[in-house]
C-alpha cells in the first residue's frame, strides 16, 4: 500500500535547519505524493519508493540530516550529476566496479509497504542485470530517534553469485566526520584516498589536507574533495552537523571475513568538496547460492551536540563515548 502524505508535510520534512519553506513544482508535489512516513514524534522518515527505493527526510519536523531537499525536483541528481544521484539516504550492492551496472534497483520504482505505524518496507523489482531482488526494512524505536535500517539481498538466478552491502547516505558536507581508525590498519596511514575518483586512482600514502590523525580517530573536515577508504573494525561513523545534530551510523564488522572492492574497505567517505558527503559503511562479501539471500543492517541516530566549528576543537573521544552509549 501506498501512504499518502500532505504536501506541507514533505516540504517541511524536506527542510534543513533555517531553511525558508518554498512552494514544490506541481510535477514534483505529484511523486512526491507517494511517499511513505513513519512518525514516533521525536523523527520521522520519509521513503521515496519511485526512485530507487530511497530514504529522503530523517529527522525532525522541520529538519532533515538527509541531503535532499524537497523544494526543488532537480535535486533527484545532485548539481544535475548522474554519478551523485539520486539525493537522500540510498542504499546500494557492491562489489563497486565489479558488480553489473543496475539502474533497476538505483533509480527505479520499487513497491512500498507500511506493515505497522513504525515500519517501512520497500521491495526492489527482480533485477536480471545484478542477480538480485532486494528487501529494505526501516523500523523506528518507539521512543528515540534510532532507526534501523535492514537491506536483504536475494538471488534470483540459477547460478551463485558474490555481492556485497553498500550504504550510501548523502549529508551536507558542511560537516566534520568522526571515523574510528584500525589500530592493526593494513594501510599505512589507517586509511587510502581514491585520488581520481573517476579514473580510479588509489593512495596508499595520502596525506589529504581535510583529513586529521588523533587518539586513534581521522577527523574529516568539510574541504573532502575525493572518496576516503578505511578498513576499521570499530563499526560506526559520527557526522557532526552545523544545525547542531550529531548523525551517528552505527553497523557489524567482521574481520575473519572477506571484504570486497578494490582496497576491502569497511567504510568509506566521498564528497565532491561543493554540497554532497556521502557517508559509506560496508558489509562483507555474500556467497549466495540460488534463492539465498543475506541481510546487513544500519542502526541511526540524531543527537542534539554543539557543532564544533573546527577540525581542532572535535574531541574524537568524546564522541566515541556517546556513541558507545546508544542502545
Not at 535532499?68 to 562489489?95: K, M, S, V
Not at 523489482?125 to 536475494?154: H, K, Y
Not at 559520527?238 to 574481520?255: D, E, Q, W
Not at 557517508?279 to 556467497?287: K, T
Amino acid at each position: 500500500m501506498l501512504l499518502r502524505i500532505p504536501l506541507f508535510c514533505l516540504l517541511l520534512a524536506g527542510l534543513h535547519a533555517g531553511e525558508a519553506v518554498a512552494e514544490a513544482p506541481p510535477a514534483n508535489a505529484e511523486w512526491r505524493s507517494q511517499c511513505l512516513m513513519i512518525d514516533n514524534g521525536k523523527v520521522r522518515v520519509i521513503a521515496d519508493p519511485l526512485h530507487g527505493g530511497r530514504l529522503i527526510a530523517y529527522g525532525p519536523v522541520g529538519g532533515n540530516i538527509l541531503q535532499d531537499n524537497l523544494a526543488h525536483p532537480e535535486w533527484l541528481f545532485p548539481n544535475n550529476d548522474h554519478w551523485t544521484g539520486p539525493a537522500g539516504g540510498r542504499f546500494d550492492i557492491g562489489p563497486e566496479e565489479v558488480v553489473p551496472a543496475h539502474p533497476a534497483l538505483w533509480t527505479g520504482p520499487w513497491n512500498a509497504d507500511r506493515p505497522d505505524p513504525l515500519r517501512l518496507r520497500l521491495t526492489s523489482p527482480a533485477d536480471e542485470a545484478s542477480g538480485l531482488q532486494l528487501i529494505r526494512d526501516f523500523v523506528l524505536g518507539r521512543d528515540s530517534t534510532r532507526l534501523r535500517c535492514t537491506q536483504t539481498m536475494r538471488n534470483i538466478t540459477d547460478r551463485p553469485l558474490r555481492r556485497s552491502y553498500w550504504g550510501r547516505s548523502l549529508v551536507d558536507c558542511g560537516g566534520i566526520s568522526v571515523v574510528p581508525l584500525n589500530p592493526d590498519s593494513r594501510f599505512p596511514h589507517g586509511y587510502v584516498t581514491y585520488s581520481g575518483w573517476k579514473t580510479n586512482q588509489i593512495s596508499l600514502k595520502p596525506k589529504d589536507p581535510s583529513v586529521t590523525i588523533r587518539d586513534g580517530f581521522a577527523i574529516v573536515g568539510p574541504g573532502l574533495e575525493t572518496k576516503l577508504g578505511f578498513d576499521g573494525t570499530a563499526g560506526w561513523i559520527a557526522h557532526l552537523s552545523p544545525t547542531g545534530v550529531l548523525f551517528v551510523k552505527r553497523y557489524t564488522v567482521f574481520p575473519d571475513r572477506r571484504y570486497t572492492g578494490v582496497a576491502g574497505l569497511t567504510a568509506s567517505l566521498w564528497s565532491d568538496g561543493k554540497s554532497l558527503l556521502e557517508i559509506e559503511p560496508l558489509g562483507p562479501e555474500e556467497h549466495l547460492a540460488p534463492g539465498e539471500s543475506a541481510s546487513f543492517s544500519e542502526d541511526w541516530w540524531l543527537l542534539p551536540h554543539p557543532f564544533p566549528g573546527t577540525v581542532e576543537q572535535v574531541d574524537p573521544l568524546a564522541v566515541a563515548r556517546i556513541v558507545a552509549g546508544l542502545k
